[in-house]
């Protein structure tokens, strides 16, 4: 089974602090993704990655970056963290080839700034 | 453009009715077309998906979903709901994004709640 795992559960942080997010997955996808989710509003795909030290925005990338130095691995930094950031996180990862955009999802980090 | 409508954002059901959550999909070309469901605090889990052929497709815990091109939608269905089945849902296309890189558009959620 594929398994994409993400450092936390639940974080609280300060606002103007630098924030890490990480996701790991073991499937050797080439694909990796982070969403935010808030409710009402679904999922809204901040980057993606399709390779190593490649990345491209998404729908909402302002306030955010992201880094992949390895293929299992994709960090979603938060440089200053502020409060309209609060929210879910959720990590995917999918194969370049097949099954046709099927996503595998972490279990997401509920983070709160304060 | 792209886009994923689930028009109901809440709706309460009692335990062994039947189920119906609506999804209108927006794409030029050939959708691929997914559910996905996320229990209070989880992250998302795939129910079912259609690519092509058989337009009625069946998922796991006794859902499907019927594939209607004239009317765009990609509906999930249930014929008789546990109260297991309380969580959100969400409907998703999946495009293309240059080359061999592809993205999901999701729905906004309907968020499934059942009565005893």
């Known amino acids: 089974d594929v398994k994409v795992t993400q450092s936390s559960r639940y974080l609280v942080k300060r606002t103007g602090e630098k924030v890490f997010l990480e996701c790991v997955q073991d499937?050797?996808?080439?694909?990796m993704f982070w969403y935010r989710q808030d409710p009402g509003l679904g999922l809204r795909l901040i980057y993606f990655?399709?390779?190593?030290?490649?990345?491209e925005k998404g729908d909402i990338p302002e306030g955010y970056s992201v880094s992949r130095e390895k293929k299992e691995r994709f960090s979603l930094i938060l440089e200053s963290a502020s409060t309209n950031q609060t929210s879910m996180y959720l990590c995917?990862?999918?194969?370049?080839?097949?099954?046709?955009?099927?996503?595998?999802f972490g279990p997401g980090t509920r983070l709160t700034v304060t | 453009a792209q886009s994923v409508t689930q028009p109901d954002i809440h709706i309460t059901v009692s335990e062994g009715a039947s189920l119906e959550l609506r999804c209108n999909y927006s794409?030029?070309?050939?959708?691929?077309l997914f559910w996905y469901v996320q229990s209070p605090g989880q992250g998302l889990q795939l129910l079912l998906k259609?690519?092509?052929?058989?337009?009625l497709v069946q998922g796991i815990k006794g859902f499907e979903a019927e594939f209607k091109r004239s009317q765009s939608s990609f509906n999930l269905r249930k014929p008789s709901v546990h109260w297991s089945d309380a969580a959100e849902y969400f409907c998703?296309?999946?495009?293309?994004?240059?080359?061999?890189?592809?993205?999901?558009?999701f729905g906004t959620g309907t968020l499934l709640a059942v009565q005893p």
């Open positions: 499937m050797d996808h080439e694909n």
């Open positions: 998703a296309v999946g495009v293309d994004y240059g080359g061999a890189t592809n993205k999901l558009i």
């Open positions: 794409y030029g070309a050939t959708p691929y």
């Open positions: 990655s399709y390779d190593v030290k490649m990345k």
């Open positions: 259609y690519f092509s052929g058989d337009t």
């Open positions: 995917a990862s999918n194969p370049l080839e097949g099954p046709y955009y099927e996503q595998y």
